[in-house]
């Protein structure tokens, strides 16, 4: 027996999304067959709607509904500071944080010559004309290669574009709630070399 | 920040699906606003299409693109066999195996009291009538507490209006490429039970 066609071309479309194995993809295609279509509809509504109604900022290439987009266009957050990160989700995981009032710049990926992602296929260019007037710019790329080789050729960038702006990169070391029994190598190297006087 | 409305929207419809979490759902949202437009419209249309698309057999309650299904259409299989399973997944496994050409019965569940699934919410009450002519009922719910409660129910019913037909229970043992050692205690003693001379 083989599957009805429609059935098999919804499970190919989860399969696509990250993460998403052939039995999860399976599972969800025949989940949602029990689902009334009035939800189903909504359900495809919400993926086209997603699509339409989301731009990306000009400045700063976090995805909003307006454009320049939110964070850009407040006048009370502090415009002498410039975060960069990979992903939109990392501004919102900052933003948690609460410990952030500046700007910030949205590379949307990493450098990853594996992938064949090159500063060419990211918001990269754009950042030497952004950092006038800026005191500060924070490295917020993830601590991994990919992330470790762009903040790394990020700051070349701005060594020669901007000499006198301050470079920073996010502190890294042991996460809140960590044991340090388990902690990798790596990172207790990190957390030594960035340790602080109490 | 709050997220922009449609996005939210998307994330709170991936979350409803089973076994994705609110970060799983972010993720989801996240990878398809770098997907082209075009491919988003095509999952929408399958979503849509798979519901109008697909029908519940009146005789099995499989699903299919056809009423009566593939199966029950089939000539070729035998008919004095019927084959009881909780999910429409379940007879592509069985099918899968290549090692039964009967019929089927999908039951679209299994009694779960704690859920509030009683024999009334299942299609159960219509297999004595579907029991005429056939030789042998194969009762191949989950070896799970519902579908063992499931499956008793079936053969009280059957042993009521049948009381000629053979019920017979899907074997349950260790599965092929297990070790024994990492077995739980209940399978072994089903598998111990279920032995059979070489």
Redesign the interface.
């Known amino acids: 027996?083989?599957?009805?066609?429609?059935?098999q071309?919804?499970i190919?479309?989860f399969e696509r999304?990250?993460?998403?194995g052939p039995k999860?993809a399976?599972?969800?295609?025949?989940?949602?067959?029990?689902v009334p279509?009035s939800e189903?509809?909504?359900?495809?509504?919400?993926?086209?709607?997603?699509?339409?109604?989301?731009k990306v900022c000009s400045r700063c290439h976090n995805?909003?509904?307006e454009d320049p987009c939110?964070?850009c266009s407040d006048s009370t957050r502090d415009k002498s500071l410039l975060c960069i990160v990979e992903?939109?989700?990392d501004?919102?995981a900052i933003?948690r944080s609460g410990k952030y009032d500046g700007l910030y710049h949205v590379l949307?990926g990493a450098i990853s010559p594996l992938n064949n992602i090159g500063p060419d296929q990211l918001f990269l260019h754009d950042i030497v004309k952004r950092v006038h007037n800026i005191d500060e710019v924070i490295l917020a790329t993830n601590p991994t290669m990919e992330g470790e080789a762009t903040a790394m050729y990020i700051q070349q960038l701005l060594a020669e574009g901007h000499p006198d702006v301050a470079i920073t990169r996010i502190g890294h070391g042991l996460p809140i709630g960590a044991d340090i029994e388990y902690a990798d190598g790596i990172t207790i190297a990190r957390a030594m070399e960035g340790r602080r006087k109490m």
Chains 1, 2 share one sequence.
């Open positions: 027996m083989k599957l009805p066609r429609s059935i071309q919804l190919t479309q999304l990250p993460g998403v999860s399976q599972r969800l295609t025949f989940y949602l067959l029990h279509e189903i509809q909504k359900f495809a509504d919400s993926l086209v709607a997603m699509k339409k109604n989301t995805v909003g509904e939110e964070i992903q939109p989700l501004v919102l933003e949307h």
